[in-house]
């Protein structure tokens, strides 16, 4: 019932849970039970493709609630996902044991590599998975609250917001690059065997992974609708819209910033978590500005405000350039720029825009 009136008015948003529900029964259905030499057989690199898509879905539903909905242009969200991603591969590292390069049951090999001696203090309790979960969504959130408040008090908005979110996050990049901070330097974190005991090469577990995003996307985009939904949501579509007018009448608004900016950032974690274990990497890069605005492109192809449209600008793009990074490897940047350029001047309002024009035409 809940459901129903949350997803009451967005035929978009049915649409999509409804294609997200029949994907997450067909591909582990086509992937374990068809044969391998069937022609309907799905490979296991393809299922984590697509549950690469629908981590990268998720996050880009994160970016859309604090832009389409609240009006922050968001160049740092991929900071968020990267600490997200760091947690998740800390409990994968933790769960190599003996099992690395130097056989050492306490160390990760890049800390033998570099002759540390103990374990640093914020390691300790990455060897469980309920605290590492804990810290997937502890600290994006507690760092995108400390830059909220500090930001949204001092009432930094407009370009100036957007280019202190892109700072934070390159920040960071040339943070992590760093040997004696303790994550891997350069490298990353890399060579995870099991995760809660299941192999990370098994078939099961791959397409146990593709589950668990597709299910964590259902309840992001629902989260996300209820907070649309809600009278939050409609105070933080006024914020965007008129945010002075809304101080005048007397509301809070750095409140409803940081809440909001917050929860995104909780949203974009898990979707690093989930994104992890699945590419089997986690390295500096992912930091990178270049990735940030990446993220904003997808929302604004797909549909800026409408969430399911984020989803669709994140799939279509990220399966783009999947098929040009590999048949035209050089012309890709091109290709990203012109599906850009042709959204912004024939969809201005994205991929889901044309959705809205064809139910409009029908009533």
């Avoid at 009451?8 to 582990?28: C, E, N």
């Avoid at 991929?78 to 003996?98: E, S």
């Avoid at 049951?105 to 309920?130: A, C, K, R, S, Y």
């Avoid at 409609?234 to 009448?249: G, K, N, P, Q, Y």
Wanted: charged fraction near 10%; hydrophobic fraction near 55%.
């Amino acid at each position: 019932m809940y459901m129903k009136k949350i997803l009451k008015d967005d035929v978009g948003g049915q649409v999509f849970l409804t294609i997200l529900l029949l994907v997450s029964i067909m591909v582990p259905l086509l992937n374990l039970v068809v044969p391998e030499g069937s022609a309907f057989h799905l490979t296991t690199y393809t299922v984590t493709l697509l549950g690469k898509y629908l981590t990268y879905a998720l996050l880009a539903i994160a970016v859309d609630l604090v832009w389409g909905v609240l009006g922050i242009l968001s160049l740092g969200h991929g900071a968020f996902f990267a600490l997200g991603g760091y947690a998740m591969g800390m409990y994968l590292m933790r769960q190599i044991g003996d099992r690395g390069v130097y056989g050492n049951p306490e160390l990760p090999d890049f800390m033998v590599f570099l002759n540390w001696t103990e374990l640093p203090w914020f390691w300790q309790g990455f060897d469980q998975f309920w605290f590492a979960a804990i810290m997937v969504m502890l600290v994006p959130g507690l760092l995108a609250y400390l830059f909220g408040w500090l930001a949204f008090r001092s009432r930094v908005t407009g370009v100036y917001l957007s280019i202190m979110t892109q700072a934070l996050t390159y920040a960071l990049m040339l943070a992590f690059f760093r040997n004696e901070l303790g994550f891997g330097g350069n490298n990353g974190l890399t060579d995870f065997k099991d995760i809660l005991g299941f192999s990370l090469q098994s078939d099961a577990t791959r397409v146990g992974l593709f589950f668990a995003s597709a299910v964590a996307l259902a309840f992001g985009y629902l989260a996300c609708r209820a907070i649309v939904q809600s009278k939050l949501g409609r105070v933080a579509i006024a914020v965007r819209d008129s945010e002075d007018r809304l101080r005048f009448i007397g509301y809070r608004v750095e409140n409803v910033k940081l809440w909001i900016f917050t929860f995104s950032a909780i949203l974009a974690g898990i979707a690093g978590a989930l994104y992890v274990p699945q590419v089997a990497i986690i390295n500096p890069g992912e930091f990178s500005p270049l990735l940030s605005i990446e993220m904003v492109v997808w929302v604004a192809i797909g549909g800026r405000s409408t969430l399911y449209g984020a989803v669709i600008g994140a799939i279509l793009v990220n399966f783009s350039k999947t098929y040009f990074t590999g048949a035209f490897p050089e012309v890709w940047l091109y290709a990203l720029g012109g599906l850009f350029i042709f959204a912004t001047m024939y969809l201005p309002q994205g991929v889901a825009g044309l959705f809205k024009k064809s139910k409009e035409a029908t009533v």
